[in-house]
């Protein structure tokens, strides 16, 4: 099996000044967020259109996918499709990462880095889009095949998406976060896929990352109680070994340690009266 290796970097896209900025862009990173994870009203409806134009760009570069296309020119099609409908690629300046979205092919496991390499038939690639528009952000990420997928990839791909839906299931106000974990991992034991640990979903709104965790293991530390108004993500990744990881020398890919394939999918939601709202939907 092939192994994905990095490639050259397109030039720094450009983001007109009439589109505004996550506060963090042009700075070492984020400010430390003071706010809550109960969102406002109004700022969930604000986040409903960051994260439909998330959603929609990731459909659009779906689109494109292909034997031969590079990922750099998935990161062209999302980056314009988001500048398109006034938001701004929440990635593209967030701790110096330098594209519009995040590719992850086959072993890597999230945070690649859209570059020249071509996708492969059979190749598994997830496409992980932030948007921030009115002020916050929307956060969806989605795994696809590229060409024509192996039983096992594509068994990956289902149950990750599978695993990701039986979390959000589980969301209740009043029930503890790691409830999410606790089923997202039983049913990833049933077929002895990895569970991915050292990443996390988070609590999303004003701040891309608030410092809410939301573990997709069972972590059983994780007591906090899930309250009607938060907005948080659920985005496992599962693997078809072990979930441990190591980075690139690039300081951002990561990949299964054994080489063995990942799957990721990510909501961002929204904790109602009786469950969840998915906030990164059409
Ligand atoms: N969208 C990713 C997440 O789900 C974060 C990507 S940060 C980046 O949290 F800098 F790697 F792009
Ligand atoms: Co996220
Ligand atoms: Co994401």
Not at 7 to 29: F, N, Q, T, W
Not at 131 to 139: A, L, Q, R, S, Y
Not at 151 to 173: F, H, W, Y
């Amino acid at each position: 099996m092939n192994l994905v290796e990095p490639y050259p970097l397109s030039p720094k896209r450009d983001v007109p000044a009439s589109i505004s900025r996550p506060e963090y862009v042009g700075r070492k990173g984020p400010k430390p967020y003071r706010g809550t994870d109960v969102q406002r009203p109004e700022t969930i409806a604000k986040m409903r259109e960051a994260g439909r134009i998330a959603h929609l760009a990731i459909k659009e570069g779906e689109k494109v996918i292909a034997p031969g296309i590079t990922t750099d020119h998935i990161d062209q099609v999302i980056h314009e499709y988001i500048l398109d409908h006034g938001g701004y690629p929440s990635t593209l300046g967030y701790r110096g990462y330098p594209k519009s979205c995040c590719t992850s092919v086959n072993e890597v496991i999230c945070h690649g880095i859209p570059d020249a390499r071509p996708l492969e038939d059979g190749d598994l690639i997830s496409i992980d889009v932030t948007v921030f528009k009115d002020g916050v952000h929307g956060d969806n990420c989605m795994t696809f095949g590229c060409g024509t997928l192996d039983q096992k990839s594509q068994d990956l791909m289902n149950r990750t998406r599978e695993a990701m839906e039986r979390g959000i299931k589980a969301v209740k106000p009043g029930r503890a976060i790691n409830v999410i974990g606790r089923v997202i991992e039983a049913y990833a034991n049933r077929f002895g896929y990895g569970v991915v640990r050292d990443y996390t979903g988070h609590g999303v709104g004003t701040a891309f990352h608030t410092g809410l965790v939301i573990f997709h293991y069972d972590a059983p530390g994780a007591t906090t109680i899930i309250k009607e108004g938060m907005t948080f993500t659920i985005e496992p990744m599962l693997t078809m070994g072990d979930y441990r990881s190591h980075v690139w020398d690039d300081d951002w890919t990561v990949v299964t340690n054994d080489y063995s394939r990942s799957a990721q999918f990510e909501q961002t939601i929204h904790v109602t009266h009786t469950g969840a709202e998915i906030l990164t939907a059409p």
